[in-house]
């Protein structure tokens, strides 16, 4: 086999005539060589920027990727800089976590070597020399500018849609109700006599209008939500006499598919707050979806229970269910699966998107329970009326875990009546939400993936005030974590996994 090894030779000899070689084994060593140079060649050739500093924030080595980033030719003119210095607007967070000297991830803004502005996700650890003691600081920089950009384009592009959707709806309507009354005219007989065949193709034509209204409609609700320019007259109202309606209003479709549409009032429902036009179009989609899709001879329920704080409220079918691979999308807009052609069998795609978001928009939420061939359950949720009215609590919850934010929101709806629940997945969405929203309360994961949770937390209290209170989520955290949060002003810290008692306590 063939190993390192170090040779020396010397002349030995009153003539000089002996020659020795000496050889030692240097194995140990190559590695240890080799794993410095690998180390050293991760650290120049990775794509993240990395810079090193002393104690006192002086920059003592950048790789090539930092240089690039910054825009500068060589790494002597960034050596020897303060890295404080290469930050733009407020550093008094970045200092702070300077001075903590622990692990710290977080947004920030810095300044190229033109003066350009760019945004970074920043990494930074501690360095430590060869007795443990803490020697420095070495940063990882990712330049985020071009996500941040995008996601400013997306929300752009949605705004846009959201707009031509609202403006393409209300200008289609007045032609339409034109189109429309015309042919009722002409089908009608007003205009003289028609064959039968005529009329056939004027009711045809009457039917298409008629869903077009209905889809138009549809459009310039989804996008009045989208927009936030929906209000809500939200007041006193009994249960019982709107779930009555409702099966009234269905009672002769039902009927004439040899349907069964039966009401089921369990006792503790008592009056709920809640906007009653709302209301209305969340059963109309439920109960007319139901009747749409059950065979004949099936059977419809119409169920209301207490659930805590809570109306439940319930669409019970037998008909062919939902397949578990479909039920995430259900909610979508837009969105209908793979359904056979049949009778009342398409739709908008709208409907349940609607439901879902003027549901949210009273205070509930919308679940569904169903499996191919055994029906489906649709429920929503309606807060009881409270003689005390209170300003809605309005809190923003923000997770990169669904999971995490579904059981975060399932929990604070069980909580209280007058809460409204914002959620988002992005921190940098959360800033977007924030504006417009104005949370009185806010949740977040201090682990976010786009934006650290602590510049979050400050840029977050930019928009929503100074003293907006914050419940701060840690998968872990040590004391100076800890503390360096709750300096930040985080009112409260949970670490992960947590329980619902813990979250509501």
């Not at 846009?160 to 609202?166: H, M, N």
Request: with cysteine.
């Amino acid at each position: 086999s063939i190993f390192p090894a170090e040779i020396s030779v010397s002349f030995e000899g009153h003539n000089h005539d002996r020659l020795y070689f000496f050889a030692r084994d240097i194995t140990i060593r190559k590695q240890q060589e080799d794993r410095l140079l690998a180390q050293e060649n991760a650290i120049k050739y990775a794509g993240s920027g990395i810079a090193m500093t002393g104690l006192n924030g002086v920059i003592t080595y950048v790789n090539p990727a930092a240089v690039k980033m910054w825009g500068y030719e060589q790494a002597a003119e960034l050596v020897g800089q303060n890295i404080i210095d290469m930050l733009t607007g407020d550093g008094a967070l970045f200092e702070k976590a300077l001075q903590v000297r622990e692990h710290w991830s977080g947004s920030l803004a810095a300044k190229r070597k033109d003066g350009t502005v760019f945004y970074t996700h920043t990494i930074i650890g501690r360095t430590e020399d060869s007795e443990g003691v803490l020697s420095g600081q070495v940063f990882s920089f990712i330049d985020i500018s071009e996500q941040i950009q995008a996601l400013q384009h997306l929300r752009d592009l949605d705004e846009a849609k959201s707009r031509f959707v609202a403006e393409a709806s209300h200008e289609l309507r007045t032609p339409l109700a034109i189109i429309t009354e015309f042919v009722s005219l002409v089908h009608d007989g007003i205009t003289g006599p028609l064959n039968q065949q005529q009329k056939d193709c004027l009711e045809s034509a009457l039917r298409n209008c008629t869903r077009l209204s209905i889809l138009l409609d549809a459009m310039l609700d989804l996008a009045r939500i989208e927009a936030g320019k929906i209000s809500l007259d939200r007041k006193r109202h009994a249960l019982e006499p709107i779930l009555r309606e409702c099966q009234h209003n269905f009672m002769s479709i039902s009927q004439a598919r040899q349907q069964t549409l039966q009401l089921q009032i369990a006792e503790g429902c008592r009056d709920v707050y809640c906007d009653l036009e709302s209301v209305h179009k969340v059963l109309t989609n439920l109960v007319g979806n139901a009747i749409k899709f059950t065979p004949e001879g099936g059977q419809i329920s119409l169920i209301c229970e207490p659930a805590g704080k809570f109306a439940k409220i319930s669409v019970q079918d037998n008909g062919p269910g939902i397949p578990p691979e479909m039920q995430a999308n259900i909610f979508d807009a837009f969105w209908q699966g793979d359904k056979e052609d049949g009778p009342g069998a398409k739709g908008t795609g709208l409907g349940l998107a609607i439901a879902k978001n003027l549901v949210k928009l009273n205070g509930g939420f919308v679940t569904l329970e169903s499996a191919r061939d055994q029906g489906s359950r649709f429920s929503f949720t309606l807060p009881f009326y409270d003689r005390v009215q209170k300003p809605a609590l309005r809190i923003l919850v923000v997770d990169d875990d669904a999971a995490i934010v579904d059981l975060i929101t399932r929990a604070l709806q069980t909580m209280a009546a007058e809460i409204e629940l914002r959620s988002t997945l992005s921190g940098l969405e959360s800033l977007f939400i924030a504006g417009d929203y104005r949370p009185h309360l806010v949740i977040l994961d201090i682990g976010l993936q786009d934006i650290g949770g602590a510049e979050l937390l400050k840029l977050l209290r930019q928009k929503g005030g100074a003293s907006l209170p914050a419940k701060v989520l840690m998968v872990s955290g040590s004391e100076h974590q800890l503390q360096d949060m709750k300096a930040l002003g985080a009112n409260d810290i949970l670490l992960k996994p947590f329980t619902v008692e813990e979250l509501l306590s």
